[in-house]
Structures are given as structure tokens and as C-alpha cells.
């Protein structure tokens, strides 16, 4: 079994930077795919970025080239580096975790981000 452990959000001004860290444990070595997902209130969860056991990334047209998602193997942790935030990307912020051979991902509990104007 999986366990994702999210922490990082905060209060910070536009065109600040912020850092979220996901640390998982458990039957670590199932993880494949690793990612990061928002949901601001009112809205559906949107993805963000997401990262391959082998290190290839990909984010949302909303983040390119403002947030960066990187992975620690070693640490079993996931990173997601924001930088230029904007008021647009207040949100709960979600780790996920797809496991290899299974349809059901694991989810953080979520952290705040808020950014003011």
C-alpha cells in the first residue's frame, strides 16, 4: 500500500514562489506515474503536471514554463516548483499516484495554495 504526505502550501503574493513536496511511503516500488492536480472551489479538479518513473514530465498550457514538477527517487518524493504565481492559481493542490498494474490511483490529502493580487 501507498501513502502520499503533502506539504508546502501557503499565503503568497502574485508573481511570488512557492514549493509543494508529496512524500510517499509504503509499497513505494508499485509507483509508475506521479502527478500533481487542482482543484479551486466551485470547479473540477484540473491536472497540472505529471512525471514518469523515468523522469519525463508533462504540464497543463495554464502552468508551462511557470511550474516545474521534478522527483526525488531516492527520497521518494515528488516536487512541484512554482514560480510567477498568479491569483488564477488559488487551489487545493492534490499529489496522485498511479500505481504499475492497477486502475486506481493513490491521492494526497491536499494542500492550500492561495496567491493575493
Known amino acids: 500500500q501507498v501513502q502520499l504526505v503533502e506539504s508546502g502550501g501557503d499565503l503568497v503574493q502574485g508573481g511570488g514562489s512557492l514549493r509543494l513536496s508529496c512524500a510517499a511511503s509504503?509499497?513505494?516500488?508499485?509507483?509508475?506515474?506521479m502527478g500533481w492536480y487542482r482543484q479551486a472551489p466551485g470547479k473540477q479538479r484540473e491536472l497540472v503536471a505529471t512525471?514518469?518513473?523515468?523522469?519525463?514530465?508533462n504540464y497543463a498550457d495554464s502552468v508551462k514554463d511557470r511550474f516545474t514538477i521534478s522527483r526525488d527517487n531516492t527520497k521518494n518524493t515528488v516536487y512541484l516548483q512554482m514560480n510567477s504565481l498568479k491569483p488564477e492559481d488559488t487551489a487545493v493542490y492534490y499529489c496522485?499516484?498511479?500505481?504499475?498494474?492497477?486502475?486506481?490511483?493513490?491521492w494526497g490529502q491536499g494542500t492550500q495554495v492561495t496567491v493575493s493580487s
Open positions: 496522485q499516484a498511479k500505481l504499475w498494474g492497477s486502475p486506481f490511483p493513490i
Open positions: 509504503g509499497s513505494i516500488f508499485s509507483i509508475n506515474v
Open positions: 512525471i514518469t518513473s523515468g523522469g519525463n514530465a
